[in-house]
């Protein structure tokens, strides 16, 4: 069946470092894959989307890069601050009319 | 701003009522909307895709007659949970793509979220 993976524990780093999380994905083709942050009682809010094709997307602060041979989507904030701690999901889709399956997300919490 | 609204934000009702949750996309239509169940330390789970002037479609193991779902405009889509259990407390989220839902480049606009708690 199909599976995301996502890093389930919390990821803690310091204020000004760049955090790296890790969706892994197995059974699944996705024509794309799209990384959303969700904070506490609030539903997700977008942030990058990159299809199939490509290896790498940058807006601002945030790079995503996405395997399709390892099967694996690295999202990166650099120099990260407070207000970066949320929860981040990534979710994956088949393209056209199928529908997106989310992963669980990885908690970030940054440390002034 | 929000692309998406959704209320309410809170409801604490008991066992037995049933309760409606209306999800607006505020300036664009939204032919589909999806409804979404996130349990606490759990991924967002499709419930349902509700489609403008016809049926919802509903994913395998949700009860349609259970969770009844409307979509009578092209801003507005509800979705009610009959006869609530203490089991069906969640938080519950709709979202909505901006484009032609065929649009593979198309992302998800989310709603705030409906947190249910069934006494």
């Known amino acids: 069946s199909q599976k995301i993976e996502q890093n389930s524990e919390a990821l803690n780093i310091q204020e000004g470092k760049t955090a790296t999380l890790t969706c892994n994905y197995t059974n699944y083709s996705p024509a794309y894959l799209q990384w959303y942050r969700q904070d506490p009682g609030r539903g997700p809010v977008f942030l990058l989307l990159i299809r199939e094709n490509e290896k790498e997307k940058r807006k601002e602060r945030l790079k995503v890069t996405f395997d399709t041979t390892l099967k694996q989507s690295l999202f990166h904030i650099t120099a990260s601050q407070p207000a970066d701690s949320a929860t981040y999901l990534c979710a994956l889709h088949s393209g056209g009319y199928q529908k997106v399956t989310f992963g669980i997300g990885t908690k970030l919490q940054v440390i002034p | 701003g929000a692309v998406v609204s959704q209320h309410p934000s809170w409801v604490i009702c008991k066992s037995g009522t049933s309760v409606k949750i209306e999800c607006r996309s505020l300036?664009?239509?939204?032919?589909?909307m999806f409804w979404y169940r996130q349990f606490p330390k759990q991924s967002l789970m499709l419930m349902a895709t509700s489609n403008e002037g016809s049926k919802a479609t509903y994913e395998q193991g949700v009860e349609k007659d259970k969770f009844l779902i409307n979509h009578a405009s092209l801003t507005l889509s509800t979705l009610t949970v009959t006869s609530a259990h203490p089991e069906d407390s969640s938080f519950y989220i709709c979202s909505a793509p901006r484009g032609y839902i065929g649009d593979s480049n198309q992302p998800q606009h989310f709603g705030d979220g409906t947190r249910l708690s069934i006494l």
């Open positions: 300036d664009f239509q939204a032919t589909t």
